[in-house]
């Protein structure tokens, strides 16, 4: 007789029904599982084993074949060890279980050698394929409860061990959680105080080009001397960004609970992540890909922050590779035995010197490069890169004034306000999550009305700093954000004329 139990098995981040079967007959005792199963799989056979007879159950001395299905996709994870453990206690008969749970539940866990149920990862994409498949609920482990309650609408049960699991088949009663995504208050969206923009003495006009990259998701890029803040401005704008709506906390879940990125005590993303990644890393690691589909840094950051430190030290094909993402919101990787595609919808942030020394912009004769260095240096940053940022600005050290200035500066919480109010205008006018910087040509004509003298404006800054089309639309999406800002239902003079100003680094 053929036993059969639901699971989950996901390829990048696309899940997909998978079915545990076992045949158990008489033979040579052995115990194979086939179905294109990853090392994890192969391996669980020996914590399998232990599971079922430290837990008290008699393991018969037979032969044994576990078969995932389709057979024809690659499996991975140790979330298959519930299932595979399910199917051969129920096919051995070790207690009488109700044939419509194993029907109507899908079952996800890693088991312990004591038989104890054990954190695993993709919980979030087994509950959201259960309720779309239209089964009544999910099997996980207790350790995995928060991630799995943030899917409405299906039972959550929870075990600890091989004999809850007995339990749950032979009555069909336990605790069933109630799905909630109330989070605790410790893991509440609340940013670090240590990262606050009153602390910030001077660089005035990079904190409002944050200002502007939080409000309308903009690309920011800051070339300055060493010191002058770059990277304790970056770290800060995570204290003015919108705290992620509940879609998005389902939707980051799901991204790092396959990229095995959630723990004990950070079961759910309840923060927009910022990720920095050295210059040294791999394309892989940040862009993503493998031998099979893995997450890369430009996904982990995704609805969040990407600060990319030192740009200009990072392997040039990494930063080619931004391009799609930078453009589209996603990254399509294309190997030879697969092709997948993954959310990339960042803010970019960006930092590097103006030369090999770093103090191109200092006065008194500081840099010691020549002419040919300095452009030489700058030229590692690429025309198609830089006409996709959409804010550049120049810094240099702050004076002997500035560094002694003790007075009170304006904080991130009253910058967080504006953030979110120009957030709030952009959802009323798209009637979506859209925001500027994600709006298509359509999106341009249709919300974007220069009156003539903003027109001439444009054309001659369009000619003077010799600007692609690209860079044209940039302009007028950083302007209809500086709009927002002030709550200006059309772009002003005014507005234009600080759009443009982040673009004079391009002369």
Same mark, same amino acid.
């Given at each position: 007789?053929?036993?059969?139990?639901?699971?989950?098995?996901y390829?990048?981040?696309?899940?997909?029904?998978?079915?545990?079967?076992?045949?158990?007959?008489?033979?040579? #005792?052995?115990?194979? &599982?086939?179905?294109?199963g990853d090392?994890? +799989?192969?391996?669980?056979k020996e914590r399998?084993?232990?599971?079922?007879?430290n837990s008290?159950?008699?393991?018969? #001395?037979?032969?044994?074949?576990?078969n995932?299905?389709?057979?024809?996709?690659?499996?991975v994870?140790?979330?298959?060890?519930l299932?595979?453990?399910v199917? &051969?206690?129920?096919?051995?008969k070790?207690?009488d279980?109700?044939?419509?749970?194993?029907?109507n539940?899908?079952?996800?866990?890693?088991?312990s050698?004591?038989?104890?149920? !054990?954190?695993?990862?993709?919980?979030?994409?087994?509950?959201?394929?259960? !309720?779309?498949?239209?089964?009544?609920?999910i099997?996980? #482990?207790?350790?995995?409860?928060k991630?799995?309650?943030? +899917?409405?609408?299906?039972?959550?049960?929870?075990?600890?061990?091989l004999?809850?699991?007995?339990?749950?088949l032979?009555?069909?009663?336990?605790?069933?959680?109630?799905?909630s995504?109330?989070?605790?208050?410790?893991?509440?969206?609340?940013?670090?105080?240590?990262?606050?923009?009153?602390?910030?003495?001077?660089?005035?006009?990079?904190?409002r080009? @944050?200002?502007?990259?939080?409000?309308?998701?903009?690309?920011? %890029?800051?070339?300055?001397t060493?010191?002058?803040?770059?990277?304790?401005?970056?770290?800060?704008?995570?204290?003015?960004?919108?705290?992620?709506?509940e879609?998005e906390? =389902?939707? %980051?879940t799901?991204?790092?609970?396959?990229?095995?990125?959630?723990?004990?005590?950070?079961?759910?993303?309840?923060?927009?992540?910022f990720?920095?990644?050295h210059?040294?890393?791999?394309?892989?690691?940040?862009?993503?890909?493998?031998?099979t #589909?893995?997450?890369g840094?430009?996904t982990?950051?995704n609805?969040?922050?990407?600060?990319?430190d030192?740009i200009?030290?990072?392997?040039?094909? =990494?930063?080619?590779?931004?391009r799609?993402?930078?453009?589209? !919101?996603?990254i399509?990787?294309?190997?030879a035995?697969?092709?997948?595609?993954?959310?990339?919808?960042?803010?970019?942030?960006?930092?590097?010197?103006?030369?090999?020394?770093?103090?191109?912009?200092?006065?008194?004769?500081?840099?010691t490069?020549?002419?040919?260095?300095?452009?030489?240096?700058?030229?590692? @940053?690429?025309?198609p =890169?830089l006409?996709?940022?959409?804010?550049?600005?120049?810094m240099t050290?702050?004076?002997?004034?500035?560094?002694?200035?003790n007075?009170?500066?304006?904080?991130?919480?009253?910058?967080?306000?504006?953030?979110?109010?120009?957030?709030?205008?952009? !959802?009323?006018?798209f009637?979506?999550?859209? %925001?500027?910087?994600?709006?298509?040509r359509?999106?341009?004509?249709?919300? +974007?009305?220069?009156?003539e003298?903003?027109?001439?404006?444009?054309?001659?800054?369009?000619?003077?700093l010799n600007?692609?089309?690209?860079a044209?639309?940039r302009?007028?999406?950083?302007?209809?954000?500086?709009?927002?800002?002030?709550n200006?239902?059309?772009?002003?003079?005014?507005?234009?004329?600080?759009?443009?100003?982040?673009? =004079?680094t391009?002369?």
């Open positions: 007789m053929i036993i059969k139990v639901k699971s989950l098995g390829f990048g981040i696309e899940s997909f029904l998978t079915e545990v079967e076992v045949d158990i007959s008489n033979g040579l #005792p052995t115990f194979n &599982i086939v179905g294109l090392t994890a +799989i192969n391996e669980s399998i084993k232990a599971g079922i007879r008290g159950y008699k393991l018969d #001395p037979k032969r044994i074949i576990v995932l299905t389709p057979a024809n996709i690659k499996k994870g140790t979330h298959f060890d299932p595979i453990t199917v &051969i206690i129920c096919g051995q070790a207690f279980y109700k044939k419509e749970i194993l029907e539940y899908l079952f996800m866990g890693e088991i050698l004591s038989g104890d149920l !054990k954190r695993t990862q993709g919980i979030v994409n087994g509950a959201i394929l259960a !309720k779309e498949l239209g089964y009544k609920g099997v996980i #482990p207790f350790d995995n409860l991630e799995g309650s943030l +899917i409405k609408g299906i039972d959550v049960i929870v075990v600890k061990n004999k809850d699991i007995e339990i749950f032979t009555t069909g009663e336990f605790q069933k959680i109630e799905n995504t109330n989070i605790d208050k410790k893991l509440e969206d609340i940013y670090n105080e240590d990262l606050d923009f009153s602390h910030v003495k001077g660089q005035e006009k990079a904190k080009a @944050l200002e502007i990259c939080a409000a309308g998701g903009h690309n920011f %890029l800051m070339v300055g060493p010191g002058c803040g770059k990277t304790m401005l970056a770290k800060r704008i995570m204290s003015i960004l919108p705290p992620l709506t879609d906390k =389902i939707e %980051l799901k991204l790092y609970s396959i990229a095995g990125k959630l723990t004990e005590e950070n079961p759910i993303i309840t923060k927009r992540p990720r920095s990644p210059h040294t890393s791999s394309g892989v690691a940040i862009i993503g890909g493998g031998r #589909p893995a997450l840094e430009i982990l950051a609805k969040g922050v990407l600060f990319l030192e200009v030290e990072f392997k040039k094909d =990494i930063l080619e590779n931004l799609e993402p930078l453009e589209e !919101k996603k399509s990787i294309t190997r035995g697969y092709r997948v595609e993954f959310p990339s919808d960042f803010i970019l942030l960006a930092s590097c010197n103006p030369c090999k020394c770093g103090m191109y912009f200092e006065p008194n004769g500081l840099c490069c020549t002419p040919n260095e300095v452009s030489n240096y700058m030229k590692k @940053l690429s025309g =890169i006409d996709r940022i959409d804010l550049k600005i120049e050290r702050l004076s002997e004034d500035e560094l002694l200035d007075s009170l500066k304006e904080t991130s919480e009253e910058i967080r306000k504006r953030v979110i109010n120009a957030r709030n205008l952009q !959802k009323k006018r009637n979506s999550d859209k %925001l500027n910087s994600h709006m298509t359509n999106d341009i004509e249709k919300f +974007i009305v220069l009156d003298n903003l027109k001439i404006l444009l054309k001659t800054a369009i000619k003077n600007l692609s089309a690209r044209y639309d302009i007028l999406k950083v302007a209809r954000t500086i709009a927002d800002l002030s200006s239902k059309n772009i002003e003079r005014e507005h234009l004329f600080e759009a443009i100003s982040y673009r =004079i391009e002369r």
